[in-house]
């Protein structure tokens, strides 16, 4: 089922050529940074239903702002949920710089890597992020696709654990994209995303999705927007 939704997207996206800058593919991030002086602002909202658990809603709130056009600083409040499972909710600080290694009519290839650490809202240790990954964007089929490594520590992901993190855009149209994002391993973030991206103006894109965790556990239907001013 994952290979038929991945050659789907694919086939679309070979028709299209049309590539916009985001600070994040969904749930894993991107090789763009916020462009210079400008700043951005997202929000995930995930929800799901079952039988042990009941009703839950979870999500984050991320922002960013361009110090230049090659490096980002963000902040961002992680693991907010409404199911009083409230272990890991953190408020974290840092930066993205990233690195065009390859350029030409047909290929951009970027290279980016993060850090971001802060504090427990909870009193848990202090939370910590670490990634790098590189992107090739195929300009002349409008397809992109990211690959990383990353590693956080429990108060982010529910482990110390490393993780490898994959993604694939696909532009349809001026306005609308394919995603799939996949983080893995057993970590609370440890799931695929398939979604459908929408963007009206520029500024502003919405995310429409479904999120499945990789070992267990209910897919949830995912949403998530982005304003950059």
């Not at 009519?105 to 290279?111: E, Y």
Request: aromatic residues 12%; contains cysteine.
């Amino acid at each position: 089922m994952k290979f038929q939704v991945i050659s789907i997207f694919l086939l679309v996206g070979f028709f299209c050529n049309f590539t916009r800058a985001q600070s994040l593919i969904v749930g894993i991030p991107s090789s763009d940074t916020t462009p210079k002086e400008k700043k951005a602002i997202a929000f995930e909202l995930q929800s799901n239903t079952s039988e042990k658990l009941g009703d839950q809603l979870s999500g984050f709130l991320f922002s960013t702002y361009g110090v230049s056009e090659s490096l980002e600083v963000g902040v961002s409040v992680l693991n907010l949920s409404n199911s009083g499972n409230d272990r890991n909710d953190s408020l974290i600080l840092g930066y993205k710089k990233n690195r065009t290694l390859k350029e030409n009519d047909f290929v951009k290839v970027v290279g980016a890597i993060g850090q971001m650490a802060g504090p427990s809202l909870v009193g848990g240790p202090l939370a910590h992020w670490h990634y790098a990954l590189v992107s090739q964007d195929f300009r002349r089929i409008g397809v992109r696709l990211t690959q990383g490594l990353s590693y956080a520590n429990r108060t982010v992901y529910g482990q110390n654990v490393p993780s490898l993190m994959l993604g694939l855009e696909h532009r349809w149209s001026e306005h609308w994209m394919g995603v799939i994002d996949w983080y893995s391993g057993d970590h609370d973030y440890a799931a695929a995303i398939y979604a459908v991206q929408f963007r009206p103006v520029h500024e502003f894109l919405v995310f429409l999705g479904w999120k499945q965790p990789n070992i267990g556990g209910a897919g949830s239907v995912m949403t998530e927007m982005a304003y950059e001013f």
